[in-house]
Structures are given as structure tokens and as C-alpha cells.
């Protein structure tokens, strides 16, 4: 399968009644999210992953007032448990919407794969990892994870689950897919909001 294949409908529809939950644990009905407007949808790693981290941080600069004007949403949800939420958008910065997929069924559903590989020798980084070190991301990842928030151990999620970022909405259709390839293969920010017709920076 293309890493950017659009989703099939008949997926996409199972994926519109899968249950997710805010930071309250609260569930939410994934297909809302979409429903009346177009979305970004941002699959993450485990809510411990430093890489993926940085990529949110990234994303929180995208200013609200860009996203309403261009008439899009923009979502994140990670593979764990809810109750790493807050501390999360304490980390990273982020102000917007994140839920969480525990069962991970809307990852199987989007065909999400899992690895630990970094990005392979010779290949470009993106560039919100491009001037990291692996050992301090590594670092980071420990610092800003389990040592940080003991209580959150073992709801971070699956470690080696994969994200991605689809455009979808308004309703049962999607316009954009990306699939990650490995832990550092998240859309770089500027090319996403681009793809979504967001202004940015």
C-alpha cells in the first residue's frame, strides 16, 4: 500500500464510529471531529516519544486565527490512554484538541504500521529533528516521560505504534494522507499546513 494512499471508504466509515477521549476521559465519537468541517488529523507515537513531541511543539505555532480563516481544525491523537493528556499539552505547549485511541483501532483502520527504526542512513531528516541527536532525543524522551510523570507509566501507549496526518471532513471523505515510515517521519508542519491550505508561519 502507497504511505499516501487515501483511506477506502468502507474504512474510513468504520473509523467515523470509533470511540476516543478527550483529556477527561470523556468519549467522543471520532467521526464529530470531522463532521461539519475539514479537519488535519495528526496521529502521533506513544505519549512519551520525544520526536514526536517536538513535532506538537511545532505544531502549537500554528496560530488559531490562520486555522479559522482557512476554515480547518486541527486534531491530535495519540495511541495511549487519556490520562497523559495534560501533562502532555504542559510539555509541548499545545493548546488545541488531543484525544486518545487506546485500542488503537483507528490506527489499524488507517493502516498505521509499527517500527522503532529512525530515519535510515543517507535519507534526509525532517526538519523538526534535523539538528536533534538521536541520544538526546532519547534523553528528552525520559525526561520529559516516564521520570516526569511516574503516575502515566504504562498508559503512554504502544512504543513502537506509528502515526501519520490525514486531511479529512467535512464528513466521510479525506483529501490527504500520509503514512510515517519510521519514528522521525512526521509531515513537517509547514508542508502540512500547506497541503491544507493553512497559512503558516
Known amino acids: 500500500m502507497s504511505l499516501s494512499a487515501l483511506p477506502r471508504q468502507d474504512l474510513l466509515e468504520k473509523a467515523s464510529d ?3 477521549y478527550d483529556s477527561t476521559g470523556k468519549a467522543v465519537k471520532f467521526g464529530d471531529l470531522f463532521k461539519e468541517r475539514e479537519t488535519i488529523v495528526v496521529f502521533i507515537r506513544h505519549f512519551f516519544c520525544g520526536t514526536c513531541q517536538l513535532y506538537v511543539s511545532q505544531l502549537a505555532t500554528v496560530k ?3 486555522l479559522e480563516q482557512a476554515g480547518k481544525d486541527l486534531v491530535i491523537i495519540g495511541c495511549g490512554d487519556f490520562q497523559p493528556i495534560k501533562a502532555y499539552c504542559e510539555t509541548t505547549g499545545y493548546k488545541g484538541k ?3 485511541d487506546p485500542s488503537r483501532e483507528l490506527h489499524r483502520l488507517f493502516e498505521l504500521t ?3 527504526e529512525r530515519t535510515p542512513e543517507g535519507q534526509q531528516k525532517r526538519a523538526y529533528v ?3 541527536s538521536y541520544l538526546g532525543g532519547a534523553f528528552s524522551s525520559i525526561l ?5 510523570h511516574l503516575q502515566h507509566i504504562g498508559k503512554q501507549g504502544n512504543i513502537s505504534q506509528l502515526g501519520g496526518e490525514f486531511i479529512l471532513g467535512p464528513g466521510n471523505q479525506c483529501s490527504y494522507a500520509s503514512r510515517m515510515q519510521h519514528t522521525e517521519d512526521h509531515v513537517d508542519v ?3 499546513m500547506r497541503e491544507a491550505g493553512v497559512q503558516y508561519p
Not at 520529559?144 to 516526569?148: A, D, E, N, T, Y
Request: no cysteine; proline share 9%.
Open 18 to 20: 470509533v470511540i476516543i
Open 98 to 100: 488531543i484525544y486518545a
Open 190 to 192: 509547514a508542508d502540512l
Open 114 to 116: 509499527e517500527s522503532l
Open 64 to 66: 488559531p486565527e490562520s
Open 130 to 132: 534535523a539538528n536533534r
Open 144 to 148: 520529559q516521560g516516564p521520570l516526569k
